[in-house]
């Protein structure tokens, strides 16, 4: 079982503020629980299709830990200040 990489894409931010509440809770939370952050931000070179308006990518020491570092309630808690302040998604990858 190798990394796998959390990757958030957003296609809408309705609410600044609500992003900025979830960051500043969940960034931490996502750090104690194993994540590296590798990427994270507007600054986005789109070589085909439609790009999102903001990316982040974090690495995990494999996919296990990704859904528990998801899962924690830490996570869950700030999670919870970004309703209806995105449209985005969020998926975890395996790396090879």
Do not use: C, H, W
């Not at 992003?19 to 931490?28: I, N, Q, T």
């Amino acid at each position: 079982m190798g990394k796998s990489y959390l990757v958030a894409t957003y296609s809408e931010i309705k609410d600044p503020k609500k992003l900025k509440e979830y960051g500043e809770g969940a960034g931490p939370a996502l750090s104690q629980n194993g994540a590296t952050t590798l990427a994270r931000g507007s600054d986005i070179l789109s070589l085909e299709g439609i790009p999102p308006i903001r990316a982040v990518i974090l690495e995990f020491e494999n996919i296990e830990e990704a859904r528990k570092a998801y899962n924690s309630a830490e996570y869950q808690e700030s999670k919870k200040k970004l309703e209806g302040g995105v449209t985005r998604n969020l998926f975890v990858i395996e790396g090879i």
